[in-house]
């Protein structure tokens, strides 16, 4: 299919939301999402028309590849592979999969990709060969045994397959479910947060494999995450999201050579203004957040002697040089890190206006 | 890792062709299958299923044990020297096959909050497929209580009447029964993620059709409004086709049909209600 695994337009989800919600497909994608502006916690309008989890997402995945969608927690991610995978309504937009129209043909779409999920998901009360089986049923394979022993073997599980799986440990549980995933030889397969909750070893270990799995076995690669490391390490493109909308794509390199720049954290017990920040030679921009001071500056190394100079060198508590990479990329575009502390916090707002509403 | 390694060639998939019912075959055996080797894995459920009958007969009748035969006869407008034994047994299997959709419902509910039914979903199935499966599984699940029942009556001394055609008809009723209350337990739980639900459908549903159905008690004993329910209460269908099997030799048919059209109507209705308001998690 013309070289593309998904595309889609306008791809909007709303989760809840009230009558407003019958304008959304006319609604211009939120103000809120404006490139480079920093933002301020929800707008109360985002619980008067539910939480729009996806935001006019236009996409597009070239087959073959690793595709990676970075951002922090609740942008959105997990709902866009729900989306992809007919799991779960469009509100607004059209997405094709495959080939196919994920709204009007899921069923085709679903034939014909695989799907790992964040939060391991099998039936434990079956033996690995059990949950294999099941899968090819569920795929309506006549003649999977063959693959299925060839999948066991590549994932080092042979020996295993009898056992229940529930008592396997983490890293092998993984391992089945993107066999699993596997088995029916789907065109593209999503992999949802693929090493969030393993040790470093195992990340490393099923890095190599997500890696294997796309070059060996010619699958494309949808996978989200929220390090920057992973993003770097394992995708062919990226894309950065942020309150449900795509705020950059390209390959890692791409991105990187977009900022021209480095950042340094600043925190100080001395009472500093903006002013006088941008004052210091060398910052191009200034931004806070809480007591951290974030600067953009044209090269860290040159800047840091001014900024010792300009302010009182005893009061500074901490000071972090950000280099170019996924993280400064993000920062630049959204003047936070993606993962930082309390980034989630309007997640809880949303989180207990929605048991209100709930309740009610 | 080895170096031969499978290799899917892109574009070129072996699928095999639809077939009839939307090529949902596949799905649906699948998934039965897998409702079925992990209830009777359970050692409890093994426990619970050999063991409900035995206590239902022991303590429920008993409950006449000092009533002279003949009175009781009398009070169940039944033939002489059966017994509350005999009346019964129809009305013990019919009761229980009432609440088998409680386990459909229960396991549905643990693939929702598990997130299995995501994974169900995400391949080429159908909610109504998932639903239909779980029917048949908690069905299937409360069928296996009926030889266990009879062997326990049997043990009990109950005395067996009618022939074998007569019993398979009261047997297919019972299957009918636990397929119809399966379906609509169900289909009302469908939208529900609360593990408390389905204990408190089957508390709200089970007491009332069980008492006021004649399964217990004969129902001419029991007051106008009582019939009424009793007569649109596809429990005492059940027990009164076995009561006509097995204490009279001589059932009414029609029962079987009326099972059969609340099998049938349950179906249609909850296969549409799961296919809409079936909740993923
Ligand atoms: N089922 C749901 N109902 C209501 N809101 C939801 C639901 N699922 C996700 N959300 C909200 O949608 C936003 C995006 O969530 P999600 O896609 O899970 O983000 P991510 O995977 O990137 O962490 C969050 O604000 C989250 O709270
Ligand atoms: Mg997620």
Redesign the pocket.
């Known amino acids: 299919m013309n070289g593309y695994a998904i595309v889609t337009e306008k791809m909007t989800k709303v989760?809840?939301g009230g009558s407003l919600r019958l304008g959304i497909p006319g609604v211009p994608p939120s103000a809120r999402a404006e490139r480079g502006v920093p933002r301020s916690p929800p707008p109360v309008e985002d619980d008067a028309r539910g939480?729009v989890?996806v935001d006019h997402v236009d996409m597009r995945v070239r087959s073959g590849g690793v595709f990676g969608l970075l951002?922090p927690?609740?942008?959105?991610?997990?709902?866009?592979i729900k989306l992809l995978t007919g799991l779960s309504d469009l509100t607004a937009g059209t997405a094709q999969v495959a080939g196919f129209d994920v709204q009007k043909d899921p069923l085709e779409v679903k034939q014909r990709v695989g799907w790992v999920a964040a939060e391991v998901i099998l039936d434990d009360d079956l033996s690995g060969w059990e949950n294999l089986w099941l899968q090819a049923k569920l795929q309506r394979l006549a003649d999977w045994k063959g693959r299925a022993e060839e999948l066991l073997k590549y994932f080092e599980l042979t020996d295993r397959k009898k056992d229940k799986v529930g008592h396997y440990s983490t890293g092998m549980r993984k391992k089945l479910e993107i066999a699993l995933a596997l088995l029916h030889e789907p065109e593209l397969i999503f992999m949802?947060e693929p090493t969030i909750g393993l040790d470093p070893n195992t990340r490393q270990m099923l890095w190599q494999l997500i890696t294997g799995v796309n070059r060996e076995f010619g699958t494309s690669v949808l996978l989200?995450t929220h390090y920057i490391e992973e993003a770097d390490r394992l995708c062919s493109e990226v894309a950065i999201i942020d309150h449900?909308r795509f705020v950059a794509q390209g390959s890692p390199a791409e991105l990187k050579s977009r900022v021209q720049a480095d950042f340094v954290e600043l925190e100080t017990a001395e009472e500093v203004t903006d002013e006088r920040l941008r004052g210091i030679p060398g910052v191009s921009e200034v931004r806070t957040q809480g007591k951290v001071w974030m600067l953009k500056v044209a090269s860290a190394e040159e800047v840091i002697p001014n900024i010792l100079r300009a302010l009182d060198a005893g009061k500074i508590h901490r000071i972090n040089v950000e280099k170019p990479s996924l993280e400064t990329v993000f920062l630049n575009i959204t003047g936070k890190h993606i993962d930082q502390v309390g980034a989630d916090i309007p997640?809880y707002r949303?989180?207990y206006a929605?048991m209100m509403r709930a309740r009610r | 890792m080895s170096a031969d390694v499978p290799r899917g060639p892109p574009g070129q998939r072996r699928m095999p062709p639809r077939g009839v019912v939307g090529g949902q075959w596949s799905q649906f055996s699948g998934l039965t299958a897998r409702e079925l080797i992990k209830t009777f894995r359970n050692p409890w459920v093994i426990l619970i299923t050999f063991a409900q009958p035995f206590m239902w007969l022991a303590f429920f009748g008993s409950s006449f044990a000092n009533v002279s035969v003949a009175y009781l006869d009398k009070l169940l407008d039944a033939p002489p020297g059966t017994g509350y034994l005999d009346f019964l047994l129809p009305g013990v299997l019919a009761t229980s096959m009432m609440s088998v959709g409680m386990f459909g419902s229960m396991s549905t509910i643990q693939d929702k909050r598990f997130g299995f039914m995501k994974r169900i979903l995400i391949t080429p199935t159908t909610k109504a497929t998932v639903y239909l499966s779980k029917v048949v599984g908690s069905a299937t699940r409360g069928l296996v209580q009926i030889p266990v029942m009879i062997v326990a009556a049997w043990a009990f001394g109950v005395h067996f009447n009618g022939s074998v055609l007569m019993w398979a008809g009261w047997i297919a009723g019972l299957v009918l029964l636990g397929i119809g209350f399966s379906a609509f337990f169900l289909a009302i739980t469908a939208s529900s993620t609360d593990w408390q639900t389905p204990g408190v459908i089957a508390n709200f549903i089970t007491m009332p059709l069980m008492f006021a159905s004649g399964a217990l008690f004969p129902a001419s004993n029991y007051p106008g409004w009582m019939q009424t329910i009793a007569n649109w209460n596809p429990v005492g269908y059940s027990a009164l086709l076995g009561r006509g099997v097995l204490v009279y030799a001589n059932p009414d048919w029609l029962y079987l049909g009326y099972l059969g059209l609340f099998a049938l109507l349950m179906i249609v209705i909850g296969t549409l209600v799961a296919a809409r308001y079936l909740r993923t998690e």
Not at chain 1, 73 to 80: R, S, V
């Open positions: 989760y809840g939480i989890a951002g927690n609740g942008a959105g991610k997990t709902t866009i949802d989200t449900g997640d949303k989180f929605s």
